[in-house]
C-alpha cells in the first residue's frame, strides 16, 4: 500500500510541471505582456518606457529562462505581482477568495442537501413517477446554459417582480446599514448567484447518487442484508448508502476545475468581484503572474483531490495497488 | 430477439424502444432540417435593419420580436442555429479524430508511449477548459473557425480515454493476434481490425459532444470572445440580449430555449445510444 501511495505522489510531479509549462506557454504564446497591460493606464508611455517595463518583468528573456524564474519563484510561494496594479498577486487572490468560495460552499451544500434525498428516492423507487420526473428534471439540468438561467431569473427577480438585485455583491448604500442590515443585504445579493451555481450541479449529483444506490442495492451483500431479515430501513440507510456515497466525495476533488470555470462565467453575469471574475481578467489583459497564480494552485488541488480519490479506491478495492 | 440480425439493427431496435431516446432524435432531426432549409424557414433577412421597429415584444408579424436593431429575432434564431450546430459538429470531428488517434497509439503500444499520452490526458483534464479556451482565443482572434478548433482541442481526452480502453482489451482477442500472426502491419491491424471494433464508445461521446460543444460556443460568444456580431449564433444572440434584458426579455428567453432544446436533444440520443449498446440493458 505504502508503494503505491509513494508511486502515485510521485507521478503528480511531472503532471504539476506539465500543467505550470502548458498554461506559461499559452500565455506567453499570446502577443500583449505587461507593457501592454500597463499601457491600458497610460496610452502614452513611450517606445522607451514600454521596452524598461519588458525588462522589469523579464519579459525580453527567451521562454526557458522566463519559465524557470517563475518557476524558482513559485516554488517558495511567491507568486510575483500583478501587471495591471502592481499589486501582489497573494493578495488580490485573498482579496477576491472569500466571496466565491462562500458561492460555492452555499451552493454545495444546498446540491448535497437537495441530491442526496432525490437520487436515492429515485433509486429506490426506479421506474417510478418521481425517478421519471426526475431522470427528465437531470436531462434539463445538463442541457440548461447557465448564463441563460441566470439572464432569466434577473428579469423575473430583478426586472419583473423587483425582489431581488440583479448584480454586485452589496448595495451601493450599505455603508450605513447596520451589522444585522449589511448580512440580510449580501445574502439578498447571493441568492441568484448561489441558485445557479447549483442548479447544474443538481442534475449530475443526483444521477451520480441515484446510479450509485442502483450499482449497491444490486450487491450480494445488501441480498444478505435482506435475507437476515434486517428491516428495509436499516439495509438502506445503513447498508447500502454508506458505500454508495463513498465515491460521491471523489467526485467533488474532480469537480473543481468546472467550479473555476463556471465561477467565470456567473460571476461575469451578476457582476460579482470574485476568483472567476479575476482569473477572466488576468486572461484576457495577459497578466500572467496573476493567471498562474490563480490557475496553478487551482490545477494542483484539482491535482489532489485526484490522488486522495485513488488511495481511497486502492483502500477499498486491492486490485487497484497491482496496477 | 431474431439471432440473424446485425448488431446495428438489433441496436436501432432497442434504441427505437426507449422514448426518451426518439424524442431526443426527433429533436435532434427537426433542429438539422431547420438549420439545413434556414433559408426557406426563416420569415425575414436575418440582416436586414428596420430602425421603425426596434426591440418589438412577440407579435404577429414577428413572432418571437425585433431586436435593438429591428432585425427578426426568429430568423436571426435560425440562421444563428447553422452556426452553432457547424461549431457543434466540427468541434466534435476534431476533438474525436485526435482522441481516436492518440488513444489507439496509447492503447494499442503501451509502454511509455501509453505513459505519456495519458499523464497529457491527466494534465488537460486538471486545467479549467475555459482558461485553455480563453488563453488561445487570445492567441488566435475569435472566430468561427478558431472557436471550432479551440473547442475540438480542449475535448479530445474523453473520446482518447474510451479508444484506448477499447484497444487495450481488443488486442489481446484471438482475432486480432491472428491478423498479427499472418504479418498483417501494425497499422492494419489497428486501422481494420481493432478500429472498428472499437468505434461504439466513441458514437456516445461524439453524440454527447455535440451538444457539450453547442454549450460551450454559447457561453465564449455569450462572453463576446467567440462568435463575432453581426453573425448570429445563439451565443452571440444571448450576448445581446444581456445588454437589453431590462427591456425586452425576449431576446434572452428564445435563444437560450433553443440551445436548452438541442442540447437536451443530444442528450437524450447519446444516452439512449449508450443503453442500446450495452448488453446488460439488454433482457
Redesign the interface.
Known sequence: MLTYIIKRALLMVPILLGITVLSFGVMRLAPGGPAEAQMDFSAKASAEARERLRKLYGADQPFYKQYATWLNKFVTLDFGVAFADGRKVKDKILERLPITLTINLLSLGLVLLIAIPIGILSATRQYSLLDRFTTMFVFIGFSTPSFWLALLLIYLFGVQWGILPISGIQSLDSTEFSAWGKLTDKAHHLVLPVFVSAFGGLAGFSRYVRNNMLEVMRQDYIRTARAKGLSENVVIYQHALRNALMPVITILGLSLPGIIGGSAIMEQVFGIPGMGQLMFQSVMSRDYNLAMGILVPAAFLTMLGNFLADIGYAFTDPRVRLH | MNNTESFTAQTLHYLMKNR?AVIGGILVLLVFIISIFAPLFAPYNPSTIDIRNILIGPNLSHPLGTDDLGRDVLSRMIWGGRISLEVGFVAVGIATIIGIFLGAISGYYGGWIDSAIM??V???????????V???I??LEPSIINIMIVIGLTSWMEPARLIRAEFISLKEREFVIAASAMGASDGRIILRHVLPNGLSPILVSATMGI?GAI?LE??LS??GLGVQPPTPSWGSL?SS??DN??IA?WL??F??LA??IT??GY??LG?GIRDALDPRQRE
Open positions: 426518451l499523464r497529457s491527466d494534465i488537460m483534464l486538471s486545467i479549467p477548459t475555459i482558461f485553455l480563453l488563453a488561445v487570445a492567441i451538444g454549450l454559447s457561453a455569450f462572453l444571448l440580449g444581456k434584458i431590462e426579455w434572452s428567453a435563444p437560450g440551445i436548452l442540447v437536451l442528450n437524450l444516452e
